[in-house]
């Protein structure tokens, strides 16, 4: 091995630390997303996912103290107003289907 080699060699081992050290995986192609985004952005990914999945479960803790009353005031069954729940929960899982599209279509702009 000629040390022009080593001298590659060893540029090679240090760009691929230097890839690591920045949270990026040298294995990969630049274009992946582990790669081509940012740690901030990577981060803030992972915080509104999180946030989301919080949302659905504190939507559902806040209301369940208000059943009895809800029942008293409404004078339905509180079997009916656990449904309102349900009815959220599918609104929270099926807007996303009709709202990005939707948001995509009208966020377009002309060529």
Do not use: Y
């Not at 920045?22 to 940012?38: E, K, W």
């Not at 029942?71 to 449904?83: M, Q, T």
């Not at 349900?86 to 899982?93: R, V």
Request: glycine share 8%.
């Amino acid at each position: 091995m000629s040390s022009h080699d080593a001298e590659a060699e060893a540029g090679v081992d240090a760009r691929r630390a230097q890839l690591e050290k920045d949270g990026r995986n040298p294995d990969l192609p630049p274009n992946h997303p582990i790669n081509a985004l940012s740690n901030w952005r990577k981060f803030g990914i992972l915080a509104t996912l999180s946030f989301s999945g919080f949302l659905g479960q504190f939507s559902v803790a806040i209301i369940l103290v208000a059943f009895p009353p809800m029942s008293e005031s409404f004078k339905r069954p509180i079997g009916d107003i656990a449904n309102t729940v349900g009815f959220m929960l599918l609104g929270i899982a099926v807007g996303p289907l009709f709202w990005n599209p939707l948001s995509r279509v009208s966020t377009r702009q002309n060529d």
